[in-house]
């Protein structure tokens, strides 16, 4: 069975950090790029990040670039994303998902987790 799995939300004040992280199970891992998405209320999910398990390869929206970074545990089927500097603007459901290539695409993701809540109180 396929599960992907974010965890780590929260409330934050405005300039604080969170850790989400992304367990990933039942699937080939490393031919795979994860992906973390996030959708505030009554707006479109964006595409933040994603990381190419292969290689390590990143890549990031001008939206979290310098803020944010993606890592990845590959022994252990992980993929992080640890944000910095938060906004108010960050607050959103955050969601990684999975797919052959690192895209923002929502319709190439093969698999989706459930999402985790992020909340930046000003």
């Known amino acids: 069975e396929v599960q992907l799995q974010a965890s780590g939300g929260g409330l934050v004040q405005t300039g604080g950090s969170l850790r989400l992280s992304c367990a990933a199970s039942?699937?080939?891992?490393?031919?795979?790029?994860i992906a973390w998405f996030r959708q505030a209320p009554g707006k479109e999910r964006e595409g933040i990040s994603c990381?190419?398990?292969?290689?390590?390869?990143?890549a990031y929206a001008d939206s979290v670039k310098g803020r944010f970074s993606i890592s990845s545990d590959n022994a252990a089927k992980m993929v992080y994303l640890q944000m910095n500097s938060l906004e108010p603007e960050d607050t959103a459901v955050y969601y990684c998902?999975?797919?052959?290539?690192?895209?923002?695409?929502?319709?190439?993701?093969?698999?989706w987790g459930e999402g985790t809540q992020v909340t930046v109180s000003s």
């Open positions: 998902a999975a797919a052959v290539v690192c895209t923002w695409y929502v319709p190439t993701m093969d698999y």
């Open positions: 039942g699937f080939s891992f490393d031919d795979y790029a």
């Open positions: 990381i190419r398990i292969s290689d390590g390869n990143t």
